[in-house]
């Protein structure tokens, strides 16, 4: 387990605009807890350390990170659903929050093992951002296009190689979709993280990844991965070259990353709108928003209703796809 304590100096000062509503001057009163269920040092846990420096000056009170891998981030999430619901613990989500969640779900296990519902059990605040999903190959491979790897996938069907993070990870999810609208049979390669199955892409060891566009484009840039195509109605502003996954051929591919924050379901209202204002003002800052653009993300509408509409279309498509693909949770 691994705690960060993110504390920025200079703290909005009295003159200043008064961020936290009158009626609920008392909250937070102490510290706030933030827990996110991956490691940290990668993007979810930077880009949270950026929010979260801007968000002590709005709620005057430091934010404590804890880093609590495992479980597909459920370990953190169930923590956070078992916590005092007064608004002083927050779930940092992301995409695996949906995927794993789905799938303990179908077969029960989260509810055996201890007894909560990830959905039910946490309350929607804000949204930060989405990001494209994208298809990468090793920068020296034949496969330059979508074109290309649905020829070769078709040609050899079952042949073609795909890493992911994990069985039943998002990656997992992509690559499943891919298939199911192009009518390919690949063969899944699951990894224990995107870092291995990058690096197995890199060696030439499996053909391709599914991946966040963040992961892997500092070596798409440097040439040493090829991003084919990218999720999302428009092409990349990081690189508008790119084209989306609809322009070469695959529509209905709507998976994006993303990163959002929740709290307990019985948590009051009056709180979850303190922190979702406070989040709202953090993301028009140009230093957040930067860093969020920087990152192949797209600031988010970040209202609890948004973010409740998000997370449900989200929930059915991965109930959708795991029942269609037969996906089942890594054991």
Known sequence: MMKRRIFIGGLASVAGAAVVPARAQAYPDKPVKAL???S?????????RVLFRSLESHLRQPIVLENRPGAGTTLAAEAVARSDPDGQTIYVATGSYVTSGVLLQQRGTALQRTGIDLFSSLAPVSLMFTAPYCVAVNGTSDIRTIEDLLTLARRAPGQVT???SGMGSQPHFAGELFQVLTRTK???VPYRGLGPAIIDVLGGQVQLVFSDMNSVFPRHRSGELRILAVTGRARAALAPNIPTMAEAGVAGMDISAWQGYLVPSRTPRERIDVLSSAIRRSLAEPAVRDKVLENAGVPADATPEHFL???EKERQLYRKLAS????KADS
Do not use: E
Not at 40 to 48: C, K, T, V, Y
Not at 324 to 327: E, F, V
């Open 36 to 38: 996110l269920g991956l």
């Open 40 to 48: 940290a040092g990668g993007g979810a846990d930077a880009l949270s």
């Open 162 to 164: 795909y890493a992911s």
């Open 186 to 188: 690949l063969l899944h």
């Open 309 to 311: 509409a998000f997370l």
């Open 324 to 327: 269609d693909a037969g996906i």
